[in-house]
């Protein structure tokens, strides 16, 4: 299926805007892919599926309100965070990596893509001192040590279809990493929201904040 079709499959309603944006998405993100290598050479063929589709699942997940603030920590290239951004245009994005290199691929992308609901900053988690809804990450840590990191950073009111709290991308065994959290975590399959093969084996870990 082409590239960006297969997030028309699973987002029909999305505006020409954001098609648009999608569209220009890969092209960004392989040139400068070229320079600093953020993902595999071999990946960027999958880029729509492994990348952008799998961001959007927290989509599926989770309706974020107007005016929320969601962190996205260990944003790498930019996932979860823009593909969201782009999705939830009157959400409040904050994307954080202490790796200046990848902020800086990240800010280019942004604006070339005129999202204005996106900020970035270049720092560990645990110094931020912004106040979030929602924290978001890709296999960026275990959940105990984002929680460590991030638990300052979240605030207790529901803006969103679902409690405040952390909301990350995983995939594997997670039976020892849930263990200490497992009477209050949710585990989501996103092949429930997507068919492709490559979804078989991940999973959305959301964790309320208590």
Known sequence: MGQIILIQKYFPELTIEQSHQFEMLMPLFAEWNNKINLISRKDIEHF???HVLHSLSIAKFIQFKEG????DVGTGGGFPGIPLAIIF????????????KKIKVVEDIIQKLGLQNVKTLNMRAENIKLKADYIISRATA????LINWT?????NNQVGSMPNGW????GG???EELKPFEKQVVIELISSYFSESFFETKKIVYLPYK
């Open 173 to 175: 065994d997670l039976s």
């Open 48 to 50: 729509y599926e492994h």
């Open 89 to 100: 245009p009157q959400v409040n994005f904050t994307l954080v990596d202490s790796i200046t």
């Open 167 to 170: 909301i990350t991308l995983k």
């Open 151 to 155: 638990n300052h950073t979240l605030q």
């Open 142 to 145: 275990p959940l105990n040590e």
């Open 68 to 71: 929320a603030n969601v962190i």
